[in-house]
């Protein structure tokens, strides 16, 4: 447990308060909350202490990105319109690399940079409707977003079916997060979606 | 590379009189060899020296034959030569065409024997060989020739390995590690060379040695020479053990690229052995040479490359000769690189990785096959060379033998390689998302094989400047067998023992790839939320300027577009559509069956009505799956006729001749639609849509007896089934053992593997403009097809094979 006692730039106390007291402490570094924080900074334009969409909309290379709206979705919980500092550690959290030595200790919540847990929050970027299924319909949207105009409607309707028929166990005619972990097991996810700068 | 070629019947089934009788014949045959080369080996017979040799022995004999004839009309007749024997006429090509045909004969042989490959690696095989053949020889009484020749070496049996390395590199992982990479092919090759030649030159000093007459400069040469794991060796054995993807990348990578520094070093020590000491400003030149070399070698390579994908571009009407531009551009940057004094290896892998996704998008799929099958071949040849070389080369070599000398070396290499390995990671880990294990590091440091690099460029050494260059020698050649045999024979049991994690045999499903596309967007977009130029970042950056503007400068036609994920479900489609078909799935076909819509052609959705509307007559969705299912039961039947059938529809590139003649096929298709309507056996001929270059060539390379739907984009074109004409030989099914056992780290290669067969028949009936004329816009012409099409391969009798019969 490491107390985030650092010194940090003479900014909102308010904020700085509350993060401090609660479990930051072990998902990332008190470095990693100072250099965040300062991304946070230089995103909240208008110095709100919360990010909107269009914060992150002003991101140019982000709008060039197919999936760069459901990035975005994932950072604003279902019905919230800003996110503060906690929620955005807290997202980006998942992608420091996982500590393999970490004990299993099935008593203790999964850690949010664990592999499941980077699953399960790619799996909630295809689930929009968050019903623990990637539907056909989902999938297609997927798809479409990411080979943008460069295949024909049917095209992406044969590789949607494909897919899920490849994956589906149960027969259910869409993805289960179980099937979806299942279908990526022989990628290396800790290294796939781990970056530098949480490290 | 060993390429193995699978016996065609189970090793059991195979008699033990049938072995036994061609192990006979080799032997003969060895012995034969051996008895000719040793006779001819009196004069000198290194290939390069010998041209002016065997010149002035033509001469001679043309001047011999004139006298003869003069004498003809002078003197008394002499009797008519009927047949008469002239060795030395064609003595220079006869003799590397033994020794190559002895190579292949032996790899032949060592398959043969059951269990023998699975125990000893290949290249322990070969290098005995290689001593049997030198002993032979010394046994007979003759010289040894010098066969490991440094200009022999270096100009012809090293550049086929390395290009074939380079072009089937896999960049991503390479990409990946490439810091890792780096950092044991220069800093620790750089260890290398200064640990053990520092320390041997201390133990020279030691009285008890008599070899205090060795300075420091040679020395630390000696050093540099041995230090370098040699990409052969790592080639050889690590393949057999089919590691996973990083130790192979790692240890691979490192072979490949410290090149640059054994150059700069050689050359470094060499130079100033002669002055006796180095300053502080040849040291600083020495790291500006080294900078040079290496991206000097890159660049040379890179723009070689990027000429020979430029011009693949127009290559369309001379499909032929295409492999050999891939060939000889390399070759050339090759030389080109040593002409400089630059990295040669560097500049082969550079030029083999830059030109590779521009060439194959552009050139034949036959070509594609001829260029794979050409690096495989000659990499494959050259290195059981090399092998047999090294032994013949020791049993020939002056040897200066000197215990401590010999045994200093070896334990000296191995401590310094691990320490090396160590510690490098314990620094790499540090930067490494994934860390490298301890495993990992044994393996790592375990496969740091020396081979025949170090050899010739011990052989190199002017015998003047260095008078122990036969100690040097024989420790160089003791050092590569103690890797070879003890480390090469070793690493797979130790492989297995330590549970190293194997590579995974399994192919990529559209899950994997769908997913990992999606992953690598998520990253970029979270790194691009961060504000941090990581890794995603700048490939996603690289990809873009790809797209925008390479591809469009260097592949020819549409093709540029195509996203990969396509390329990929096309391929999976297809063999799974073999898949189905060979293992006689029934006539209803599940929903995984390619379906019409998968084959159609990639253009944007905005196509005019009014071209949709030049249709032939309307076929519905009900009688074309009767269509289906009625050619699908005849398949069988129908490929006797397909040889036929071939050779008269194979046509050249239907847009080549215009409107008119497109419409003459138009009319010609409507006619064979009615006919198959009609008859039940009739073979129909394909009405293939555009489709992408890799969809056809996952089509050419696939099972001949898939055949999947083809359809239009509109719905006016009618179905028409395809059967590919391609008879099966069996050797097709070794093919396909020989490089799933290859486990070719290609994985393009990885991905057709699954379905290469021998396509040398003709494949490509004539197809349909019609489906075609639909998507084009504006008379493009569409590339995917015609790059099929157009390429009837050398002459259409090599389309004749025997038919297959199931």
């Given at each position: 447990?490491?107390w985030c ?14 993060w ?14 100072v250099?965040?924080?300062d ?6 334009k ?6 909107r969409?269009q914060?992150f909309?002003?991101i140019?290379?982000l ?5 760069g709206d ?6 604003f919980s ?7 500092f906690h929620s955005f550690?807290?997202i980006l959290?998942?992608?420091?690399p996982?500590?393999k030595k ?8 999964e850690?949010v940079?664990s592999?499941?847990?980077k699953l399960?929050?790619?799996f909630q970027?295809y689930d929009?409707d968050k019903d623990?299924?990637?539907?056909r319909?989902?999938?297609?949207q ?10 024909t ?9 494909r ?5 589906d ?7 289960s ?11 290396n996810i800790d290294h ?5 700068f949480?490290? | ?6 016996l ?5 089934s195979?008699?033990?009189l049938?072995?036994g ?9 060895l012995?034969?060899t051996?008895?000719?080369?040793g006779?001819?080996?009196?004069p000198?017979i ?14 001679d004999?043309r001047?011999?034959?004139?006298s ?6 002078t ?12 060795y030395?006429?064609?003595?220079v090509?006869?003799e590397?065409?033994l ?13 043969l ?6 125990i ?18 010394k046994?007979?009484?003759e ?6 020749d440094s200009n022999?070496?270096?100009?012809c049996l090293?550049?086929p390995?390395?290009l ?6 896999p960049?991503r ?7 890792t ?8 090759t ?11 030159y201390?133990v ?5 040695t ?7 400069l040679p020395?630390?040469l ?8 040699d990409p ?5 054995v690590?393949e057999e ?5 990083l130790?192979?990348i790692?240890v691979?990578?490192?072979?490949l690229l ?6 700069v ?11 006796g000491?180095?300053t502080?400003?040849d040291v600083i030149?020495?790291?500006i ?11 040379v390579g ?8 430029f ?6 009407h001379?499909r ?6 891939v060939?000889?551009y390399s070759?050339?940057?090759?030389l080109?690189?040593?002409m400089?004094?630059?990295?040669g290896?560097?500049?082969?892998i550079?030029?083999g990785a830059?030109m590779r996704?521009?060439?194959?998008a552009?050139?034949s ?5 001829t260029v ?8 494959s ?7 047999i070389?090294?032994?013949?080369a ?17 334990i ?7 320490i090396?390995?160590v ?6 880990n540090?930067?490494r ?7 990992d ?7 740091g ?10 052989y ?11 100690m ?5 050649i003791t050092?590569i067998f103690f890797?070879v045999?003890?480390?090469?024979m ?14 995974q045999?399994a192919k990529?499903?559209?899950?994997e ?5 999606f992953l ?6 979270i790194?691009?939320i961060?504000g941090?130029?990581?890794h ?7 990809n ?9 400068c ?5 093709r ?7 390329a ?5 489609e ?9 293992s ?8 995984a069956m390619?379906?019409?819509v ?5 253009q944007p959705?905005?196509?005019p009505?009014?071209v ?5 007559p309307?076929f519905?969705?009900?009688r074309e ?6 050619l699908?039961?005849n ?8 040889r036929?059938?071939n050779?008269?529809t194979l ?9 008119n003649?497109?419409?003459?096929k138009?009319?010609r298709?409507?006619?064979l639609?009615?006919k198959m309507?009609?008859?039940?056996n009739y ?21 001949p007896n898939a055949?999947?739907?083809i ?9 028409i089934?395809?059967?590919l004409a391609?008879?099966q030989?069996?050797d ?6 020989e490089?799933?056992k ?21 494949l490509?009936?004539?197809l349909?403009s ?11 012409k569409?590339?995917?097809l015609?790059?099929?099409l ?17």
């Open positions: 447990m490491i006692a650092a010194v940090l730039p003479n900014t909102n106390t308010n904020s700085m308060n509350r401090f007291s609660c479990f930051l402490f072990n998902i990332v570094t008190p470095a990693h909350i250099r965040l924080y991304r946070f900074e230089a995103l909240d208008e110095k709100t202490g919360h990010l969409p914060d909309g002003a140019n290379r709008a060039m990105n197919p999936i459901r990035i975005i979705g994932a950072f279902p019905g919230q319109e800003t996110v503060d550690v807290r959290a998942h992608f420091r996982a500590d970490r004990p299993k200790d099935p008593s203790m919540p850690p940079n592999r499941t847990s399960k929050f790619a970027l929009q623990g299924k990637i539907s319909a989902e999938l297609l997927v798809l479409r977003s990411m080979l943008e105009m460069q295949v409607e049917e095209q992406l309707e044969s590789i949607a079916d897919t899920i028929q490849e994956a166990l149960d027969k259910d005619d869409a993805i997060f179980e099937e979806f972990r299942k279908s990526l097991e022989k990628v796939k979606m781990s970056i530098r949480l490290r | 590379m060993s390429v193995r070629v699978a065609h019947s189970p090793t059991g195979r008699s033990f049938e072995r009788l061609l192990l006979l014949v080799m032997l003969i045959f012995e034969g051996v008895l000719t080369l006779a001819a080996s009196s000198d290194s290939a390069q020296d010998n041209t002016g040799g065997g010149h002035d022995r033509r001469d004999h001047g011999i034959a004139g003869h004839e003069h004498t003809n009309y003197y008394t007749k002499k009797a008519f030569p009927v047949l008469s024997l002239d030395h006429h064609i003595q090509p006869f590397i065409s020794w190559v045909l002895l190579a292949s004969l032996m790899k032949l042989g060592f398959h024997i059951p269990r023998l490959s699975s000893v690696p290949e290249s322990c095989l070969l290098i005995v060989v290689g001593l049997l053949v030198g002993g032979l020889i046994l007979a009484g010289e040894v020739p010098p066969v490991l022999l070496f270096f100009l090293l550049p390995i390395i074939d390395a380079g072009y089937f590199l960049i992982p390479f990409m990946e590690n490439i810091g990479i780096l950092m044991f092919a220069v800093v620790g750089l260890w290398n060379a200064f640990f053990v030649g520092g320390l041997l201390a020279c000093q030691i009285e008890g008599y070899l205090s007459q060795v300075e420091l020395c630390l000696f050093g540099s020479i041995i230090s370098a794991v052969v060796a790592v080639l050889a690590f053990i089919h590691i996973n993807e130790l192979h790692l691979f990578g490192e072979s410290n090149d640059a520094v054994t150059v070093l050689y050359h470094l020590f060499e130079e100033y052995s002669g002055a000491e180095v502080p400003t030149l020495g790291v040479c080294f900078l040079i070399v290496s991206l000097g070698g890159i660049a890179a723009i070689y490359g990027i000429l020979a994908a011009t693949s571009r127009f290559t369309s001379t032929v000769i295409e492999p050999l531009f060939f000889v070759y050339m940057a090759y080109s690189a040593e400089f004094h630059l990295s290896i560097m500049a082969l550079a030029c830059v996704p521009y060439v194959e552009n050139i799929h036959k070509s594609h096959t794979k099958y050409f690096l495989k071949m000659w990499s040849v050259s290195e059981t060379l090399i092998f070389f090294l032994g013949v020791t049993v020939a070599g002056p040897h200066a033998w000197n215990w401590t000398f010999v045994s200093v070396t070896v000296l290499c191995l401590v310094s390689r691990v090396g390995v510690g490098l990671t314990f620094i790499i540090k930067f998302i994934v860390k490298l294990t301890t495993k590091q044994f393996i790592v440091a375990y496969g094989l020396r081979g025949a690099i170090a050899f010739s460029l011990g190199l050494l002017d015998k003047d400047l260095f008078p122990m260059r036969t040097f020698l024989t420790a160089i050092e890797t045999f003890v480390q090469g070793t690493i797979k049991p130790l492989v297995d023992l330590l549970a190293v994690k194997k590579k045999e990529r499903s559209i899950n790839e769908i997913h990992t596309q690598d967007h998520l990253l970029t977009g790194e691009d961060c941090h130029y990581g995603h970042h700048w490939k996603d950056k690289l873009r300027f790809n797209k925008k503007y390479i591809k469009k260097l592949i020819a036609g549409e540029y577009k195509e996203p990969q994920l396509i990929f479900y096309h391929k999976m297809f063999k799974q559509a073999i898949e189905l078909v060979e006689g799935g029934g006539v209803k076909l599940p929903s390619p379906s019409q998968s084959m159609q052609n990639i959705k905005k196509l009505p009014a949709a509307e030049r249709a032939l309307q519905t969705k009900g799956e009767e269509i289906r299912k009625i699908r039961s398949l069988q039947k129908t490929r006797q006729r397909l036929s059938y050779r008269h046509v050249a590139d239907p847009f080549e001749d215009g409107w003649d497109f419409l003459l138009k009319q298709m409507i006619e639609e009615k309507t009609e008859m039940s073979l129909t001929v394909p009405a293939a849509p555009p489709d992408s270059p890799t969809m056809c060539r996952a089509r050419l390379a696939s099972d055949f999947y739907n359809k239009a984009s509109s719905d006016g074109v009618p179905t089934q395809v059967d391609s008879p030989s069996p097709s099914v070794n093919m396909l053992n490089f799933s290859r486990g070719a780290t290609d994985q393009g290669l990885g991905q057709r593997e699954g379905a290469t067969r021998d396509e040398d028949q003709g490509m009936m004539k349909s019609a489906g075609k004329e639909e998507k084009e816009e504006g008379g493009n569409n590339p995917g015609m790059r099929c157009s390429d009837p391969g050398p002459s259409n009798e090599d389309e004749e094979d025997e038919p297959f019969l199931p």
